[in-house]
């Protein structure tokens, strides 16, 4: 069964840095294209950051500058280091796989609570 | 940039009545890319229909998804309990490259 787990989550002060794990069970995350969604509290869906099978990398604008997003092949594992961090960057944030023919989001983990405040 | 814009904000019925939720998109998009997904409380997002129209993998055929250009639509032909949840459309477009909608809140009465 296809599963997305993300860890990394926390409370964080702002202008800190926090980095984001989601490991993924039965499919290569290399071989797929792979995202980041974040929700704030109460609020709707945002898209943060994708990567493609071939590398590419692309950021919303809120974002762009201030996080990066990656994959460790040997870990299955994609990350999202967050640094610069504001108030506005509290949200659970998921992971999540998308289809290539549909460019929408078919699984996702059960998402990694970050919190900045001082 | 391309917004989309969910209406009603909040859908109050009761099961067994038929739901239907609109999707807004503010230029003409490609139903190919427009997805629709259903969340409930402290879960994550669950994927419904994808290219307007095909259900999920074991999406229950009450769900339905319909449209073309701006203008899409969901519906669930009858309302079972485990449907009340917020719904989301969402669009692969250039810049940002994935746009949710607001959401619709879907209550019972």
């Known amino acids: 069964e296809v599963q997305l787990v993300e860890s990394g989550g926390g409370l964080v002060q702002p202008g800190g840095s926090l980095r984001l794990s989601c490991e993924a069970s039965?499919?290569?995350?290399?071989?797929?294209?792979m995202s980041w969604v974040r929700q704030a509290p109460g609020k709707g869906l945002e898209w943060v950051s994708v990567?493609?099978?071939?590398?590419?990398?692309f950021y919303a604008d809120s974002v762009k500058g201030r996080f990066t997003i990656s994959r460790d092949n040997s870990k299955n594992t994609l990350y999202l280091q967050m640094n610069s961090l504001g108030t506005e960057d509290t949200a659970m944030y998921y992971c999540?796989?998308?289809?290539?023919?549909?460019?929408?989001?078919?699984?996702w983990g059960q998402g990694t609570s970050v919190t900045v405040s001082s | 940039e391309i917004v989309l814009t969910q209406s009603p904000g909040t859908l109050s019925l009761s099961p067994g009545e038929r739901a239907t939720l609109s999707c807004r998109a503010s230029?003409?998009?490609?139903?190919?890319?427009l997805s629709w997904y259903q969340q409930k409380p402290g879960q994550a997002p669950r994927l419904l229909i994808y290219?307007?129209?095909s259900r999920a993998t074991g999406i229950p055929d009450r769900f339905s998804g319909s449209g073309s250009g701006t203008d899409f639509t969901l519906t669930i032909s009858r309302l079972e309990p485990e449907d009340f949840a917020v719904y989301y459309c969402?669009?692969?477009?250039?810049?940002?490259?994935?746009?949710f909608g607001q959401g619709t809140k879907l209550e019972i009465k």
């Open positions: 230029q003409s998009v490609s139903s190919n890319y």
């Open positions: 290219g307007a129209s």
């Open positions: 039965e499919f290569i995350v290399s071989r797929n294209y």
């Open positions: 999540a796989r998308i289809l290539p023919f549909a460019e929408n989001f078919d699984y």
């Open positions: 990567i493609y099978s071939g590398g590419s990398t």
């Open positions: 969402q669009q692969y477009s250039s810049s940002p490259l994935y746009i």
